[in-house]
Nanobody, 125 residues
Framework: QVQLVESGGGLVQAGGSLRLSCATSGPTFSNYHMAWFRQAPGKEREFVAAIRWSIGTTSYADSVKGRFTISRDNAKNTVYLQMNSLKPEDTAVYYC??????????????????WGQGTQVTVSS
């Protein structure tokens, strides 16, 4: 019922910017938390950012604070991840995820039931 499709990944030089998009379909996402995770080769999938759709409350991993911004467009049913000042360490497959809303924003992978297919972000030195 829930479908998430990421786009916007690509190759960028260090210091550059990319905007990832996650198009959603299915239920009304105003009742959901949306998140971005990333996974580099040989590493665990890690939390990047999350947003409570209905009111826009956000949460960020320390590694991306001040550089990444998560947002949503209610009319387009799309969540975005604006990535600025990119570093080679940001290279990973980025995944969009969703879960039903709760009192807190979760950062653990196991808390998210719905996932997109991922989009590759590569940051060169």
């Amino acid at each position: 019922q829930v479908q998430l499709v990421e786009s916007g990944g690509g190759l960028v030089q260090a210091g550059g910017s990319l905007r990832l998009s996650c198009a959603t379909s299915g239920p009304t996402f105003s009742n959901y938390h949306m998140a971005w995770f990333r996974q580099a080769p040989g590493k665990e999938r890690e939390f990047v950012a999350a947003i409570r759709w209905s009111i826009g409350t956000t949460s960020y991993a320390d590694s991306v604070k001040g550089r990444f911004t998560i947002s949503r467009d209610n009319a387009k049913n799309t969540v975005y991840l604006q990535m600025n000042s990119l570093k080679p360490e940001d290279t990973a497959v980025y995944y969009c995820a969703a879960r039903t809303t709760s009192q807190v924003i979760f950062t653990a992978r196991s808390e998210y039931a719905y996932w997109g297919q991922g989009t590759q972000v590569t940051v060169s030195s």
